[in-house]
């Protein structure tokens, strides 16, 4: 048994543990790299199925390639996709893009708070709310392949999410359960222990739990695991022949691409390994992130 | 599972290890001097922190490179067990950097539990305090094998030899003290001089030992557990029917010990017995062995009804069945763990209530170990009657470390965490939260051992007929289950057994009514019958358990046996559904636990319609 065979049993053990524990169970899936191996590893946890709802917030300003993406997978895969989305915040025309168009010549540091509170309404809000089913659902009809609105408004009590230990500070302090509190907030300094593998599978009502089946995985070895399973991955990850390609996945306003020539799966891992990015964050090109600002987000329930 | 396609995993070994130890004896800025010295930090991290440092007049701490929160760096402690990654020569390391502050036990017990290997940091000026013993105990607790300890600031104590020895003596002996695993090695080192951590000092020419990455590059990966006998327990049965899917997957991880696609294996504490047909898996080539570290799933000859929790093993080499656990935890509730309380126990996959049976002793690891003992030995007269000093323990309170006999309601498989740490090891949950966790160092006898053993004996050489359980299951439409009705002489329950039997009769289930009285004139005819009691529960319930065999619902009634005998008979019928209906008197109350309590003036017909949903509930009659 070889590493990623460990990383990949101990996923396939927290998957089937939530699935057992969380009646109102879901996962969220962002389309990019983690979460989509994390979608992979649910069917090899499922023996091909994936029984619970993935949920994936739509800012409205992802690439088209992702939604188009996502839309084929969920209806090859057959999976009870539900979609949110923060319209409100959108007709109000309160997001970065927007007020960045109508001031143009705005300051950084004030286009920084901008974007992280833009990240706020459309990504924090809006999950919040179709988690907890305060805001619309909207449901993949695996007939037509059509979104309709979801008449389950039922919150989710438990939710899986593709954090990794490796990718920034406070995500290593997450537990593979970690508990939220009413108001989704993360009392990171009073978490409950995790003696081996006895998660925390009793809640108290109204709280509810995230699970973190991707927490020792490393870039790399969710590199190493798309080539070893094939899994299909956006091509937003790799060069086109412009020398640059997405590292990670955001909306379209607010990330940038990096320098690198790597075209494909084997030329990421090539480069992962060369340490060539060792000295780069791997969310640099998240320009919400600033300092701060991702664990500030992700005390209000980012994920 | 086999590589499906090439095989591109890292082929560097890797190793989980946690740094632990009393508050500011420095186990930041080992983790943070570790980083540095193996070049994992990224480029100009350490001078931008240096440059912070000056720009706002604080003096550098490695610390600070480690802190990745805001609010930690304000405390100024390191609140969670954060991970960090580097490499030596050899392997990959992820050092698990656990916080020494009393507050913080629950995150040092949640990295450590995790890691395969532990540094144990102890100040040299400050010697061994509370937090180096109480670490030292739950790693021993933990089951943590290999232990390094270093002695870290050697820089203010002059690179004293005699002040390392004297440490080194003392530590020693406390670890044997509480029978803990010797340490691997003890290293003098200076964190801030990067003395003996990534490479050999200059001051300390007297220790001629390794330094601490030579150490940690020398500990063995743990020994693989495929040798040892099956483990699985179960985690899930899954059936797809709606994504039309057929097969009946039992899913769990193979915690020890190897199965082959054809052997026999057998299902604790139930004692169901199937075969292995197949292994399933998803996007893998098809296995017929599966081996330790698997979380995978088999599909059996033989349709069996099991439900997680249970282990699946050989039958030669089955875990224990047992309700009462002798074992050593540590508590970190807010409440204290108190006697006279249910609390959940989560144990492999199962979880059932459990109370407080005895405390054997309760040791304050604040105190040296005067007063601590070592787990697990031998009691001493602790509460005897004639020692006016020892009172016993009623509760363990918060960061105790203790031993415990535990009490589960319903009979559990496990093992010794000796010869199975999967099944060896548990937590308890107190409401919502894991407030406590420990290992099982000794299975203690209850007064069902006997029967357990004889059920056991019985059912794993069972002789099984050419009709199975399933079959008989899909032909009657209901599992088979006993509902028995307790209830003092005269009150009632000979009426309203044969009521439910002739419901369930009319309903088109197979029902049987046993009266023990027609067990007492023919089965039990030798015995007399004050004597026998005990001889007259057997052999009703072994009755029960061939009635139950042939697929019936056996709705019984006896006043021999009362409802503390119940759990007599339930030890002999593992595998089937127990319904206990006590009638007692209008108005009275309950004696024992029961599922329905009935009071003698009910109409019958509303308690006949209790008892049927009841078995609705149980998925007795609802397959
Ligand atoms: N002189 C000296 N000071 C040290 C050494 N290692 C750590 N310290 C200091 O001891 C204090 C506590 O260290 P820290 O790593 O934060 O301790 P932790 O609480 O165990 O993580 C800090 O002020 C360190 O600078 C050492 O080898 N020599």
New interface residues.
């Given amino acids: 048994?070889?590493?990623?065979?460990?990383l990949e049993?101990?996923s396939?053990?927290i998957l089937?543990?939530a699935?057992?524990h969380f009646e109102r169970l879901c996962m969220l899936w962002s389309i990019g790299k983690d979460s989509t191996v994390m979608l992979w590893l649910a069917?090899?946890?499922?023996?091909?199925?994936v029984?619970f709802p993935l949920v994936h917030v739509d800012t409205s300003y992802k690439l088209p390639e992702m939604i188009a993406y996502r839309d084929k997978l969920a209806f090859e895969y057959?999976l009870q996709m539900i979609v949110g989305q923060n319209k409100q915040a959108l007709e109000e025309g309160d997001t970065f893009p927007i007020k960045l168009g109508k001031n143009p010549s705005m300051g950084k540091e004030e286009q920084q708070q901008l974007r992280t509170a833009c990240c706020g309404r459309l990504k924090s809000d809006a999950l919040g709310a179709t988690l907890h089913g305060t805001g619309t659902r909207r449901r993949m009809n695996l007939a037509t392949g059509a979104y309709e609105v979801d008449p389950d408004r039922e919150p989710y009590t438990g939710v899986i999410v593709g954090a990794r230990?490796?990718e920034?500070?406070?995500r290593?302090?997450e537990?593979y359960f970690s508990p939220r509190d009413k108001n989704d907030n993360w009392d990171?300094?009073d978490?409950?222990?995790?003696?081996?593998?006895?998660f925390?599978t009793?809640?108290?009502p109204g709280t509810h739990v995230r699970v973190h089946p991707l927490l020792?995985w490393?870039e790399?070895?969710i590199w190493?695991y798309i080539?070893?399973?094939?899994i299909p991955t956006v091509s937003l990850y790799y060069d086109q022949g412009s020398g640059t390609r997405y590292r990670s996945l955001g909306c379209g306003p607010c990330q940038s691409p990096i320098k690198s020539a790597s075209k494909n799966v084997d030329d990421i891992?090539t480069e992962l390994k060369s340490g060539a990015l060792?000295?780069v964050?791997e969310r640099s090109g998240r320009l919400q992130d600033g300092k701060?600002g991702l664990?500030e987000l992700r005390r209000k329930g980012y994920m | 599972?086999g590589?499906?396609?090439?095989?591109?995993?890292?082929?560097?070994d890797?190793m989980n290890v946690v740094i632990v130890g009393h508050v500011d004896h420095g186990k930041s800025t080992v983790v943070g001097r570790l980083l540095a010295d193996t070049g994992a930090l990224?480029?100009?991290k350490l001078d931008a922190v240096r440059r912070e440092c000056e720009r706002t007049g604080k003096p550098f701490e490695y610390a600070f490179l480690l802190d990745?929160?805001?609010?930690e760096q304000d405390q100024g402690i390191t609140?969670?067990?954060?991970?960090c990654?580097f490499k030596s020569a050899t392997r990959d390391y992820?050092i698990i950097d656990a916080p020494g502050h009393i507050e913080?036990l629950?995150?040092m017990?949640?990295g450590a539990?995790?890691a395969e290997a532990a540094v144990l940091v102890i100040d040299a000026k400050e010697g061994v305090r509370e937090n180096s013993r109480r670490h030292g105990y739950i790693l021993a607790m933990?089951g943590i094998q290999q232990v390094v300890v270093c002695v870290n600031k050697m820089d203010l104590v002059g690179y004293d030899r005699a002040h390392f020895e004297g440490i080194e003596k003392e530590y020693r002996a406390f670890l044997e003290s509480i029978g803990a695993v010797r340490p691997r090695q003890f290293i003098p080192i200076s964190a801030i001089e990067g003395e003996n951590l990534a490479s050999r000092g200059k001051h300390s020419p007297w220790y001629a030992g390794p330094t601490l990455l030579e150490v940690l590059d020398g500990l063995p990966k743990a020994p693989s557990k495929v040798d040892q006998p099956l483990r699985m327990p179960v985690?899930?049965v899954?059936k797809?029917t709606k994504?039309g899917?057929d097969?009946r997957?039992i899913?769990g991880?193979v915690e020890a010990g190897r199965v082959k696609v054809g052997d026999k294996v057998v299902f604790s504490p139930s004692n169901k017995v199937s075969t292995i047909r197949s292994i399933?898996?998803?996007?893998t080539a098809p296995r017929t062995e599966i081996d330790a570290?698997?979380?995978t799933?088999f599909t059996l000859t033989e349709e069996i009804y099991i439900t997680?929790g249970e282990v699946m093993s050989h039958v030669a080499k089955a875990p224990q069945v047992g309700t009462r656990l002798r074992v050593n935890m540590i508590w970190?509730g807010k409440k204290p763990f108190v006697s006279g309380r249910d609390y959940?126990l989560?144990l492999g996959t199962t979880a059932l209530p459990v109370r407080i049976h005895k405390i054997n002793k309760v040791i304050d690891a604040s105190k040296p170990n005067s007063s601590g003992g070592e787990l697990g030995s031998p009691e001493r007269s602790v509460g005897g009657p004639g020692d006016p000093l020892s009172v016993p323990e009623l509760t363990v309170g918060r960061h105790d470390v203790a031993d415990v006999v535990l009490e589960a309601r319903q009979p559990l498989a496990f093992d010794l965490t000796a010869d199975c740490e999967?099944t060896g090891?548990?937590?308890i949950?107190d409401?919502?939260?894991?407030a406590g966790?420990g290992i099982i160092t000794e299975a203690v006898s209850d007064d069902l051992r006997d029967l357990r053993d004889e059920a056991r004996t019985r059912d794993f050489h069972w002789v099984p007929g050419g009709v199975t359980a399933a079959e008989r299951v899909a032909r009657h439409g209901h599992r088979a289950a006993l509902v028995m009705f307790v209830g003092k002489a005269g009150v009632g329950k000979h009426k309203l057994a044969r009521a439910v039997e002739k419901a369930l009769f009319a309903a088109d289930r197979a029902a049987y009514m046993l009266d023990g009285t027609n067990v007492l004139l023919g089965v039990d005819n030798d015995l007399w019958v004050d004597g026998a009691k005990s001889e007259l529960v057997r052999r009703f319930g072994e009755v029960v358990h061939l009635l139950l065999n042939a697929g019936l619902i056996v709705v019984s009634t006896t006043n021999v046996i009362g409802l503390a005998d119940a759990t007599a008979v339930q030890a002999l019928i593992p595998d089937a559904p127990l319904v206990l209906v006590e009638i007692v008197d209008a108005g009275a109350g309950s004696t024992q636990p029961s599922d329905l309590l009935v009071s003698g003036d009910e109409p019958e017909t509303e308690v006949v319609a209790k008892v049927m949903a009841l078995l609705d509930a149980r998925q007795i009659t609802s397959v």
Avoid: C
């Avoid at chain 1, 048994?1 to 460990?6: G, V």
């Avoid at chain 1, 069917?43 to 199925?49: L, Q, S, T």
């Avoid at chain 2, 090439?6 to 082929?11: E, L, M, N």
């Fill in positions: 048994m070889d590493h990623l065979d460990q049993q101990q396939v053990y089937r543990e699935f057992r069917r090899k946890a499922f023996f091909g199925h029984p057959k230990a490796d920034e500070g406070s290593s302090k537990r990171v300094g978490q409950p222990p995790e003696f081996w593998n006895q925390k009793d809640f108290a020792d490393t790399l070895n190493e080539k070893r399973e094939q891992i060792k000295n964050a701060h664990e | 599972m590589a499906p396609a090439t095989k591109v995993a890292a082929d560097r890797q990224p480029q100009g990745a929160l805001e609010d609140i969670d067990t954060a991970r990654f992820i913080f629950k995150n017990i949640s539990a995790r933990l985690q899930a899954y797809f994504q899917d097969r997957i899913a991880r399933e898996g998803f996007n570290g698997w979380s799933g997680r970190l959940k989560k999967a090891r548990f937590v949950v409401e919502y939260d894991v966790g």
